[in-house]
């Protein structure tokens, strides 16, 4: 006899799905240069961020673990390449900028959770569901997720750099199924990225949710995932729970 799907356990990213930056980085990186004396644009650091992060990425992935670097030298390095392709060549003189703004990106204040995070999560918690983070961030998420009043709501938060390996890593996802002792079968994961969030979940068995902004899917991606999977924000998910479990009957 088939029985209802009953989810047990719902794993979220972090950045861009419930919680996002207060203002973009080019202007925050620039306001901490001027505090210093230094004028810079924000539109250059905004660009030179982008580009620096792309190859430092590369180079030293998931914050230069296997490369004996701390998250913070990841950062503090990245800040520093950020601020040269930028035309800021005197490093020396970076380098307070770029503690600093570690700091503060440490800092809840310097985050503010989306709309309608605390209430869908609320409504998650109300009919059962454990929950978790999956998310390719360091160490300071913890300390920004209680500051943010968001913490109490999740089992445990899994962080990249604590897993040794970053989202769509498998194993960053059976690490967390693990920890949470369920089968990927009564699991989803909800995030912003296809092919960190979307992809990564589903290719271990998990179900899974995309969270879409206000730009556009691409259509490939559009055209991938099913419009029942697709939230266009995150009051849509508890309906579509309701939609996966009714639909998915289990033996």
């Known amino acids: 006899m088939a029985h209802r ?6 794993t979220w990213d ?12 080019g202007e925050e990186y620039a306001s901490k240069a001027r505090a210093h004396g230094l004028v810079v644009e924000a539109t250059a650091l905004e660009q030179a961020f982008g580009q ?12 230069g673990q296997s490369c004996g670097l701390t998250s913070r ?52 918690r109300k009919r ?23 913490r109490e709501h999740f089992d445990f938060v899994l962080t990249s750099e604590a897993a040794g390996c970053p989202k769509p890593d498998p194993r960053i996802f059976h690490k967390a199924l693990q920890l949470a002792c369920v089968e990927p079968a ?16 589903r290719a271990v068995g998990m179900h899974s949710f995309l969270v879409v902004g206000s730009e556009p899917l691409d259509s490939s991606v559009r055209d ?17 729970l309701d939609l996966l479990e009714a639909s998915s009957p289990v033996s």
């Open 128 to 150: 059962g569901l454990r929950l978790a983070v999956i998310s390719n961030f360091d160490r300071r998420l913890e300390d920004i997720l209680v500051g943010l009043g968001l």
């Open 186 to 201: 009564v699991a989803a994961h909800v995030g912003d990225s296809y092919p960190c969030d979307y992809q990564g979940a």
């Open 73 to 124: 030298q990841w950062w503090v390095d990245l800040i520093l390449n950020t601020f040269h392709l930028a035309g800021v060549p005197d490093a020396q003189a970076i380098i307070p900028i770029a503690d600093q703004l570690y700091n503060d990106y440490s800092s809840p204040s310097t985050w503010q959770v989306l709309e309608g995070a605390e209430t869908t999560l609320k409504g998650c």
């Open 14 to 25: 972090m950045k861009d799905t419930l919680i996002k930056l207060c203002r973009p980085v």
């Open 52 to 63: 620096a992060y792309r190859v430092h990425s590369h180079n030293f992935p998931n914050y």
């Open 5 to 10: 799907l009953q989810m047990r356990l719902l």
């Open 224 to 240: 991938s995932v099913p419009k029942e999977h697709i939230l266009p924000s995150l009051s849509h998910l508890l309906p579509a």
